[in-house]
């Protein structure tokens, strides 16, 4: 089949396949599932961060 012809190969294929496929229907149902706050910690970092960029 497909001129392979080690059966395994074939299973590893359609593993990987598969496994693209639910990777892709997980990351679209979970997509906005995590809420998107900046924290003045997160916010005081981004400060730091900027600092050192220019100093540089």
């Known amino acids: 089949m ?3 012809p080690d059966p ?3 299973i590893a294929y359609l593993g990987c396949i598969l496994m693209t496929i639910v990777s ?3 990351g679209l149902a979970r997509r906005n ?3 998107d706050e900046v924290t003045p910690i997160d ?3 981004a400060i730091e961060e900027r600092k ?3 100093d540089l």
């Open 43 to 45: 916010r005081d970092w």
């Open 33 to 35: 599932a995590a809420p």
């Open 8 to 10: 395994w190969v074939i």
């Open 2 to 4: 497909l001129g392979i």
């Open 52 to 54: 050192a960029d220019h």
């Open 24 to 26: 892709l229907i997980y």
